[in-house]
């Protein structure tokens, strides 16, 4: 079974459903179901730490990029990779240098 930490729960258990699914375990399956539900939502769907509002005022020209770039912010804020807005700033302008 995956190990999971409380930093990252949603990113930990989609990962878990994802192996969960490959075994065909139906009590791991249902474990990891219960937890989904006692999670909070905001732990689950967390509001975003940037917007594309945040891009232009970085710089960054809008266009259909912004959706690449807030969703890779959203997985590794989900993940439990970046924090915090700075964070997710950093992550972008390592990604995609102006």
Same mark, same amino acid.
């Given at each position: 079974?995956?190990?999971?930490?409380?930093?990252?729960?949603?990113?930990?258990?989609?990962?878990?459903?994802?192996?969960?699914?490959? !075994?065909?375990? @139906?009590?791991n399956y =249902?474990?990891? $179901?219960?937890?989904?539900?006692?999670?909070?939502? &905001?732990?689950l769907?967390?509001?975003?730490?940037?917007?594309?509002?945040?891009?232009?005022?970085?710089?960054?020209?809008?266009?259909?990029?912004? !959706?690449?770039? @807030?969703?890779?912010? =959203?997985?590794? $804020?989900?993940?439990?990779?970046?924090?915090s807005? &700075?964070?997710?700033?950093?992550?972008?302008?390592?990604?995609?240098?102006?």
């Amino acid at each position: 079974m995956v190990e999971c930490s409380s930093a990252a729960p949603a990113g930990c258990f989609v990962s878990a459903l994802a192996q969960i699914t490959a !075994a065909a375990n @139906l009590e791991n399956y =249902e474990l990891v $179901q219960r937890k989904l539900e006692e999670l909070p939502d &905001e732990q689950l769907k967390p509001p975003p730490l940037i917007t594309g509002a945040d891009l232009i005022a970085e710089g960054y020209d809008p266009g259909p990029r912004f !959706a690449e770039m @807030l969703a890779a912010v =959203e997985d590794a $804020q989900l993940e439990g990779r970046v924090r915090s807005r &700075e964070e997710a700033l950093k992550m972008v302008r390592e990604m995609w240098p102006r």
